[in-house]
Antibody
Framework: EVQVVESGGGLVQPGGSLRLSCTAS????????MQWVRQAPGEGLVWVSR????????NYADFVKGRFTFSRDNAKNTVYLQMNSLRGEDTAVYYC????????????WGQGALVTVSS | QSALTQPRSVSGSPGQSVTISCTGT?????????VSWYQHHAGTAPKLIIY???KRPSGVPDRFSGSKSGNTASLAISGLQADDEGDYYC????????FGGGTKLTVL
């Protein structure tokens, strides 16, 4: 059974940093791209970033470019989202999801990690 | 890029059918077969219900169906049930990943 579990959310001050983790199981982790998607309070889902299987390629939404870094440790079946220079508008539930192989959709998601940026 | 356009809300009575539209452009929805739909209940993991415009993952009832015409994709839900209530999002890949704004489905 595929499982995706996020951790590391919390309260952080504007300008601060936070690292989210996402640990997956039930599949060959290194064979899949992984993604982060977020949902701000009262808003819809928004794509944030993706990383390929060996961690050599990443893509970012413009609003996080230069501030967020997506990485992975395949030995631990875990991806990380390092979030720096956080702003109030980064307040959201962050979902980790597996990108399917062979097409372009997200087939398994975690339940999300809440990040609150506030003083 | 702007989010894909979805109606903010739709509603229907149990047993009825509803359709949720997802409008993009010729660069995303209209260009590729990579439209997927997700059902989301607050506090839970979003669930994939349609992929590649028309395909259903194993375990998703055939009451859910997808289609596309031009730059607009649609999700149809027939035989509405109470637990269909929730938020529905489309996602299109066209070189970049773009979600719709989401549609709240209310089962009356």
């Amino acid at each position: 059974e595929v499982q995706v579990v996020e951790s590391g959310g919390g309260l952080v001050q504007p300008g601060g940093s936070l690292r989210l983790s996402c640990t997956a199981s039930g599949f060959t982790f290194s064979n899949f791209w992984m993604q982060w998607v977020r949902q701000a309070p009262g808003e819809g889902l928004v794509w944030v970033s993706r990383i390929n299987g060996d961690g050599s390629s990443t893509n970012y939404a413009d609003f996080v470019k230069g501030r967020f870094t997506f990485s992975r440790d395949n030995a631990k079946n875990t991806v990380y989202l390092q979030m720096n220079s956080l702003r109030g508008e980064d307040t959201a539930v962050y979902y980790c999801a597996r990108e399917t192989s062979g097409s372009y959709f997200l087939d398994y998601w975690g339940q999300g990690a809440l990040v609150t940026v506030s003083s | 890029q702007s989010a894909l356009t979805q109606p903010r809300s739709v509603s229907g009575s149990p047993g009825q059918s509803v359709t949720i539209s997802c409008t993009g452009t010729s660069a995303d929805v209209g260009a590729y077969k990579y439209v997927s739909w997700y059902q989301h209940h607050a506090g839970t993991a979003p669930k994939l219900i349609i992929y590649d415009v028309t395909k259903r993952p194993s375990g998703v009832p055939d009451r859910f169906s997808g289609s596309k015409s031009g730059n607009t994709a649609s999700l149809a839900i027939s035989g509405l049930q109470a637990d269909d209530e929730g938020d529905y999002y489309c996602l299109s890949y066209g070189g970049s990943w773009l979600f719709g704004g989401g549609t709240k489905l209310t089962v009356l």
